[in-house]
């Protein structure tokens, strides 16, 4: 999690993660603006204990990593991951990853997945975008991330933010090969969520 807005949809997807007995172990990290985020949308304090409280890490697969420590074990390749997901990422910390740069932990674990070509996704949230938001979204993309803006869809006629960060999550795992549902699937006319909602068969 970094300093952007949205750490709803980071608690439901860490539950998720948590709760899926094909994923072994999640590290978290929290960067220091997103603590601030985290304190401003759950109401929590910024330390770190009372963050992860707030989002809910009771697994003991979770273990809490700290940012600024970049001797941390994501570090190295040789640290056996599968993806990572920045979610919500800030505009800041996609543009030094697009550029290879790595202040904290956060971005160095991303460096390190470019680099052994594994999943990367970064759920930007910034709006409107200016050039050089455009440029590095490009360079992440061509570094082989993914880059998932945290844009809600409507055709599922969603009723409460609930459902929009459910969606978010859900599509997100479906990235990971982490699929759990169908709800959100297109079949060429509908999709199991627009269905509930509009009634229609």
């Known amino acids: 999690m970094t300093g952007a807005g949205g750490v709803g949809a980071s608690k439901r997807l860490l539950a998720a993660l948590q709760e899926d007995d094909r994923v072994t172990h999640v590290d978290l990290l929290v960067s220091a603006n997103g603590r601030k985020l985290a304190a401003l949308e759950f109401g929590t304090r910024e330390d770190p204990d009372s963050v992860a409280q707030a989002l809910g890490a009771a697994s003991p697969k979770v ?15 040789s640290y056996p991951s599968d993806a990572m997901v920045i979610l919500p990422c800030a505009a800041g910390v996609l543009g030094r990853i697009a550029h290879g740069l790595a202040l904290d932990l956060i971005e160095r674990a ?18 409107p975008l ?9 360079a992440v993309t061509e570094a082989g991330a993914i880059v998932y803006p945290m844009i809600p869809t ?29 709800r959100y ?17």
């Open 185 to 201: 699937r297109w079949d060429g006319v509908s999709t199991p969520a627009r269905r509930e909602h509009t009634g229609t068969p």
């Open 130 to 138: 200016h050039l050089a938001h455009l440029r590095n979204m490009v």
């Open 154 to 182: 409507y055709y599922n006629v969603p009723e409460t933010l609930a459902e929009l960060q459910d969606e978010l999550v859900e599509r997100l795992l479906q990235l990971l090969g982490l699929q759990r549902t169908d």
């Open 63 to 77: 273990r809490m990593l700290d940012p600024a420590d970049l001797s941390g074990p994501v570090t190295s390749g």
């Open 110 to 127: 991303a460096d390190v997945t470019l680099k052994e070509r594994r999943r990367l996704v970064l759920c930007l949230r910034e709006t």
